[in-house]
Structure formats: C-alpha cells, structure tokens
C-alpha cells in the first residue's frame, strides 16, 4: 500500500453556482449529509470562479459514499448542475492554507496564528489555530462578532463554564478561556470536528479545560453561565427553548450566524422569551457594516447576547 492509500482521505462535493441560488443549494447540500459547506468567488481567501455572480459550494462529506449520493440527488434536483467530487489526502488542505493564513487580531486583545507563523511582537493572548478542516478560523464575520462580545465582557467571564454550540474548530471556546473562563464545553455534529478541537486545545495548552463531543443540544443536562450558538438563524429560531434550557439564570446566552435581513425576526423570537425558569432579555447587538470586501461580509452580520433572568 503506497504512502498516499494509507493517508486518510476527506470527500469534498463540489459545485458551481450563481450567486443568488447558493443559500438555496447549499441548504441541499446540508439536507443531503453535508457535515460543512464552504462558500468561494474572487472575493474569499481560497479563490473561487473567476466569473462574476458565481460561487464555488464545496461541501464535505463522512465518506465517498455519502458525497457521490448527494452528487447523484443534486442532479436529480437540479440537471443544470455538474457536481464533481474531489479528495484531499492527508494533510493536502495545510498547503493551500499556508498561502493565506497569517497572524490576526481577532479582537482587540485576542490574537490567532497558524502554527506556522510566530505571533506578532507585543502580542499577549494568542491563539494557535490550525485552519482548514473546520468552520472556525477566525475570519469569517459571526465569529469575530462573538469574540468581540466576549471580549468586552472579560470580567463576566472570569472563572466561568462556556456551553460552545455548533463549535467547529473551537475557536470560541479557545477566546474565551484566553479570556478568562474556567472551562468550556463544545460539541457539533461533525464527528471530524472532536479530532479537531483536540489538536487545537493541546496546541494552546487547553486540553484539561475543554470537553468536545460529537452531537446535538439535547445531550446538554447541565446550564452553563455562558451559552455560544453560532450557527444560522433558520437553525437557532427552533433551538430557542432548549437554549433557555441550557442557560444559567443570570447567565448569558450569545447568538451569531444572523444575516441583517434577519436581526427583527431573531430579537422577536428570543428577547423576552421565557422557557426553563428564564426569561431573556437583550442586553447587547453587535452588527458588521455591509459591502465588505469578503463575499460573506457582503450582506452584513449580527450578533445578539440576551441575559437570562430568573423568572
């Protein structure tokens, strides 16, 4: 068996679509297995076509089964569509991300580099993150919108436990103990992403502070201070009560993944919710502008932290 067969292999799907059917083929995707999708056009740091008003969908999948299934239902939905499957062998991703990835200040006291790099001088909390495999490298929009809630709530967070839903690499698990929290729990439904958080917790020396499990928010029994959900609206907007469920009175539950056109329908939905002994309130909004020169950016962000009163 040569070197390149014993090497484990992640089944990507991809396919080329305009700019206005990507939510909607994406939402396929995920609905067809997908453990992640990611966007790229000329704008995004791995680039994508070169066409104007089209974006690049590579979704990854647990197994070539599961992806050339998806590939075969996709066609059947759509004909117009050409899906391809592609395979990254071993640690092939790392390449490509070595020509982009470089140190960052993700907020104003947090800052990440890839293993490759030193920090930057004067750098005090600093993050290793391998990018790559999982959402979570501090680049896209919602996560650098929650980071900057949790940094300027140090204190609250000082000595806590963090509930990170949907965590993918855990980098927000990450920020916040950098900050200050005693320790987190993270889980997504990825299984890939446990291997992940591993390697990124014993890479910042967090392995003893950071339990990661692959699942959903009903295996949660406990109610944690802070709750991070970054996921989607369409996602969080059924997860409501079950995130007051998981909240401490008094605590702090922490939304992202919310486009603009969505922020009213989110407040509506969970300020002033009362489930599982709390009632939330919105205590915080943090938005980014639109027009960004990232195609995520381009249609603008919101992150909500809602304060959980006993009721």
Not at 14 to 25: G, N, T
Not at 40 to 54: E, H, L, N, V, Y
Not at 247 to 269: F, H, N, Q, W, Y
């Amino acid at each position: 068996m040569s070197s390149a067969q014993a090497e484990p292999r992640y089944p990507t799907l991809h396919v080329e679509v305009d700019e206005d059917r990507a939510d909607l083929v994406s939402g396929w995707l995920f609905e067809l297995g997908a453990t992640g999708v990611e966007e790229r056009d000329q704008s995004t740091f791995i680039k994508g076509p070169t066409t104007a008003g089209r974006v690049l969908l590579v979704a990854s999948f647990e197994d070539h089964a599961a992806a050339t299934e998806a590939s075969e239902t996709l066609v059947l939905n759509d004909p117009a569509l050409a899906p391809r499957i592609e395979e990254i062998v071993g640690d092939a991703w790392r390449d490509e991300w070595k020509k982009y990835y470089e140190p960052f200040a993700l907020t104003p006291t947090v800052t990440v580099r890839p293993p490759w790099h030193e920090a930057p001088s004067g750098a005090t909390n600093v993050l290793v993150l391998e990018p790559g495999r999982a959402f979570g490298t501090g680049l896209h929009a919602t996560t650098s919108l929650v980071a900057n809630i949790l940094d300027g709530a140090k204190s609250e967070l000082a000595g806590t436990r963090i509930l990170d839903a949907g965590c993918g690499s855990g980098i927000l698990s990450f920020v916040a103990l950098l900050l200050g929290a005693e320790h987190a729990v993270a889980f997504d439904i990825d299984p890939e992403v446990v291997h992940i958080v591993q390697e990124n917790a014993a890479a910042n020396a967090m392995s003893d502070r950071v339990d990661v499990f692959a699942g959903t928010l009903d295996r949660v029994k406990d109610r944690y201070p802070w709750v991070l959900a970054n996921i989607e609206a369409k996602i969080l907007d059924p997860l409501a009560e079950d995130l007051a469920r998981v909240t401490e009175p008094g605590g702090c539950l922490v939304l992202s993944g919310i486009l603009l056109a969505e922020e009213d329908r989110m407040k509506t939905r969970f300020d002033g919710l009362s489930a599982h002994g709390v009632r939330f309130e919105l205590v915080e909004t943090r938005r980014t502008e639109t027009g960004g020169e990232r195609a995520y950016d381009k249609d603008g962000w919101v992150a909500l932290r809602l304060r959980a009163q006993r009721v």
